[in-house]
């Protein structure tokens, strides 16, 4: 453990300690979790909001959405969201995913809480994965509700050079299933997380600022339901008053680590 110091080192020993006590673990991801693989958070010095010129609101709205698609918007859709689409397409899981993987895979982790639209849990290993702002890999017509992949969405964008596309059915915009501003979240997918909120005795919470509601919450119905509360982000969270441990470092450094030593304390007790 010679990347991180003495304090964060006897940290990653507790971590591992709660992992291995646990029944019922959950991870609660966020955007932080995959900046090391090349994905720009959104509130962040570099983020997503900070590229778009003050249209953030506007555009990440499914009003803008809608406005920009019929060429109404002050901005080419495409033009701005065309960086954001090639670096879904090139992403790989990071060291902070395959960890997580690779702890699912050892049945440690439960379900895993993500508010990112990436898919880069489930190509780390995770199965049980909530998506409760959607996922950029399915899209939906937004007249007769047709589903599209993500590989036909983007064949009709270059087929005919434009973003939104149509839909061939019925001729109304083809969205991205992906939760913007304005819209609800998926209420299967929320009831989900918050029932494992509700039932868990230990949750990680991953790369998440922890201020984009309801799901922000989920740390609380945890740590009311007696569960320990673990945060590892880069800077504080609104709710670090809850947590248990605290480690203020990068997710592609600490998850390999806690894993290490999982599987050295489980291989020590066999």
Known sequence: MNEVDNETREKIEKIADLLIQSKNAVILSGAGISTESGIPDFRGPDGLWTQMDGNEMDLASIDGFERAARGEGSS??????????????????????????????????????????????????????????????????????????????????????????????????IKPDVVFFGESLPPIAVAKAMEYSKTCDLMLVLGSSLVVYPIAMAPNLAKQAGAK??????????????????????????MPLVLEAVQRKMKSSS
């Open 229 to 254: 509360i673990v945060i590892i982000n880069n800077e504080q969270t609104d709710k670090d008053h809850l947590a248990d441990i605290i480690i203020n470092e990068s997710l592609g450094v600490v």
């Open 76 to 173: 080419n859709l495409l033009d701005l969201l065309q960086p954001l689409i090639e670096k879904l397409m090139t992403a790989r899981p990071n060291r902070a995913h395959k960890a997580v993987g690779k702890l699912y895979k050892m049945g440690l982790i439960k379900a895993v809480i993500t508010q990112n639209i990436d898919n880069l849990h489930q190509r780390g290993g995770a199965r049980n994965v909530i998506e409760v702002h959607g996922t950029y890999k399915t899209a939906t017509c937004m007249g007769c509700k047709k589903k599209y992949s993500f590989e036909q969405l983007i064949g009709m964008v270059m087929e005919k050079g434009m973003f939104p596309p149509v839909c061939k059915e019925c001729g109304n915009f």
